[in-house]
């Protein structure tokens, strides 16, 4: 079964991503490189970057001429002369940041901005291949190949074709997906543990089920690995994680638009993923990105919104590598949305307007507010149709059905409280 498994992801992965092995083994050699060398793979992917952004990139050609930079004798240093750019920025000037080249493959890939606009941009095969080879990389520091038998704490998208592809991919992936809390579901799972190589997904998804566990733990002598992604992971996740699995949760750090920005080794330690990104701070220890990959549409200074810090200590890691480390980071905060007798993922809420967006090119600014169980206000920034309102409430109903009692209040502002925008806030304490 194993072979058969092994033999589908990599028939699979080399039909879709035909330069991931050869990534991952460049990979597998780059993490034993002295810092100076890392560093050495960073100046000259970015010095590729600029010089074919500056030949077929709208946005950057532009700059490149303005600014008077010297493409050809370009160096680390002179990274600072390029903008920064926020998500928003992103959105506004997608146009002229597409890159116009025919690249041999490309994915369309959507992410959601901080009040629920979408994002949807290119990614080339070269950046796609390269963030799915840094992820078996981090997979690979523990022993664990991406076919094995896992579960996946995902969303699922309740389109009903694309749920079809989903359940598809998740055969040929061997994984077991799980998207809603309830405890029927988990219950299920609880049988399918002992056989179980990783787990993956929502960090608070994976505490719900480390908290069903018996006394002493599950049975789960095969798992080698349990990973968090996506929110943040607080530390009574990781007393409920230890005691329910004998492990607790390592975490993976990026973003859609920045790919894989850190993967935890087996010391516990975020080591930044030196040879596909460069990470910068501000004086707020405000994270920004560069991809190094991103030709099709430019990753260059972003800031994702995150405040980290760095752990001086970072390059005498156990494990040898010499790739910085994060220690902390903080931004990232996992909220659930209550209903009677279910918990959701905020994320849900995100997934109702990118249908939306995605079905009838309509984009709606929301934020969720809840103080009471089974009660949410969606906030929007204007009037809402009685067409839209209608489609709102349609797809409401697919996740929310018989749970959550919603009240749509329009023209509000969003930016009460000030800080950064958030799409769901809350005052009941769940985490
Ligand atoms: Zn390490």
């Given at each position: 079964?194993?072979?058969?498994?092994?033999?589908?992801?990599?028939?699979?992965?080399?039909?879709?991503?035909?330069?991931?092995?050869?990534?991952?083994?460049?990979?597998?050699?780059?993490?034993?490189?002295?810092?100076?060398?890392?560093?050495?793979?960073?100046?000259?992917?970015?010095?590729?970057?600029?010089?074919?952004?500056?030949?077929?990139?709208?946005?950057?050609?532009?700059?490149?001429?303005?600014?008077?930079?010297?493409?050809?004798?370009?160096?680390?240093?002179?990274?600072?002369?390029?903008?920064?750019?926020?998500?928003?920025?992103?959105?506004?000037?997608?146009?002229?940041?597409?890159?116009?080249?025919?690249?041999?493959?490309?994915?369309?890939?959507?992410?959601?901005?901080?009040?629920?606009?979408?994002?949807?941009?290119?990614?080339?095969?070269?950046?796609?291949?390269?963030?799915?080879?840094?992820?078996?990389?981090?997979y690979?520091?523990f022993d664990v190949?991406?076919?094995e038998y896992n579960f996946y704490f995902?969303?699922?998208?309740?389109?009903?074709?694309?749920?079809?592809?989903?359940?598809?991919?998740?055969?040929?992936?061997?994984?077991f997906?799980i998207?809603?809390?309830?405890?029927?579901?988990l219950?299920?799972v609880k049988n399918k543990i002992e056989n179980v190589v990783f787990i993956e997904g929502y960090s608070s998804m994976i505490y719900e089920l480390a908290k069903l566990a018996p006394k002493g733990g599950y049975n789960c002598s095969k798992l080698k690995m349990v990973k968090g992604t996506?929110?943040?992971i607080f530390p009574h996740y990781q007393e409920e994680i230890r005691k329910a699995f004998g492990q607790t949760m390592i975490s993976?750090?990026?973003?859609?638009?920045?790919?894989?920005?850190?993967?935890e080794?087996q010391?516990g330690?975020?080591?930044?993923?030196?040879?596909?990104?460069?990470?910068?701070?501000?004086?707020?220890?405000?994270?920004?990105?560069?991809?190094?990959?991103?030709?099709?549409?430019?990753?260059?200074?972003?800031?994702?919104?995150?405040?980290?810090?760095?752990?001086?200590?970072?390059?005498?890691?156990?494990?040898?590598?010499?790739?910085?480390?994060?220690?902390?980071?903080?931004?990232?905060?996992?909220?659930?949305?209550?209903?009677?007798?279910?918990?959701?993922?905020?994320?849900?809420?995100?997934?109702?307007?990118?249908?939306?967006?995605?079905?009838?090119?309509?984009?709606?600014?929301?934020?969720?507010?809840?103080?009471?169980?089974?009660?949410?206000?969606?906030?929007?920034?204007?009037?809402?149709?009685?067409?839209?309102?209608?489609?709102?409430?349609?797809?409401?109903?697919?996740?929310?059905?018989?749970?959550?009692?919603?009240?749509?209040?329009?023209?509000?502002?969003?930016?009460?409280?000030?800080?950064?925008?958030?799409?769901?806030?809350?005052?009941?304490?769940?985490?």
């Amino acid at each position: 079964v194993e072979a058969f498994y092994k033999w589908t992801f990599q028939f699979f992965a080399k039909f879709r991503n035909p330069s991931l092995f050869s990534y991952f083994n460049e990979l597998k050699v780059s993490e034993n490189f002295k810092y100076e060398e890392l560093a050495g793979i960073q100046l000259s992917k970015f010095q590729e970057l600029i010089l074919f952004l500056s030949k077929h990139n709208d946005f950057y050609s532009k700059h490149i001429e303005i600014e008077q930079i010297d493409i050809n004798n370009i160096t680390l240093d002179d990274l600072v002369k390029f903008p920064i750019m926020t998500k928003e920025q992103l959105i506004t000037n997608k146009t002229k940041l597409v890159t116009r080249y025919s690249f041999k493959k490309v994915f369309n890939c959507e992410t959601s901005g901080t009040s629920g606009q979408v994002l949807s941009f290119p990614r080339n095969e070269e950046w796609d291949s390269f963030n799915r080879a840094s992820i078996m990389r981090g997979y690979s520091w523990f022993d664990v190949n991406m076919w094995e038998y896992n579960f996946y704490f995902w969303g699922y998208n309740f389109n009903s074709t694309k749920r079809l592809k989903l359940r598809f991919l998740d055969f040929l992936l061997n994984r077991f997906r799980i998207f809603d809390y309830n405890t029927k579901t988990l219950e299920k799972v609880k049988n399918k543990i002992e056989n179980v190589v990783f787990i993956e997904g929502y960090s608070s998804m994976i505490y719900e089920l480390a908290k069903l566990a018996p006394k002493g733990g599950y049975n789960c002598s095969k798992l080698k690995m349990v990973k968090g992604t996506s929110e943040k992971i607080f530390p009574h996740y990781q007393e409920e994680i230890r005691k329910a699995f004998g492990q607790t949760m390592i975490s993976e750090y990026g973003a859609a638009e920045t790919g894989i920005i850190a993967y935890e080794c087996q010391f516990g330690k975020m080591h930044i993923n030196m040879e596909g990104v460069i990470v910068e701070l501000d004086d707020y220890n405000e994270i920004i990105v560069t991809n190094l990959n991103s030709k099709s549409f430019p990753i260059i200074r972003y800031k994702l919104g995150d405040t980290i810090i760095l752990d001086e200590n970072g390059l005498d890691c156990p494990c040898g590598k010499k790739h910085p480390v994060i220690k902390e980071i903080s931004g990232r905060v996992g909220k659930n949305i209550i209903g009677k007798t279910k918990k959701f993922p905020s994320l849900t809420l995100y997934y109702v307007f990118k249908n939306i967006y995605f079905s009838h090119n309509i984009s709606i600014n929301y934020q969720g507010h809840q103080n009471d169980i089974g009660k949410v206000d969606l906030w929007f920034d204007r009037v809402l149709t009685k067409k839209e309102i209608s489609m709102v409430q349609i797809e409401l109903n697919k996740y929310f059905a018989d749970e959550i009692f919603f009240t749509l209040k329009f023209q509000m502002d969003f930016r009460i409280g000030g800080g950064k925008l958030r799409d769901f806030i809350t005052s009941i304490n769940n985490s």
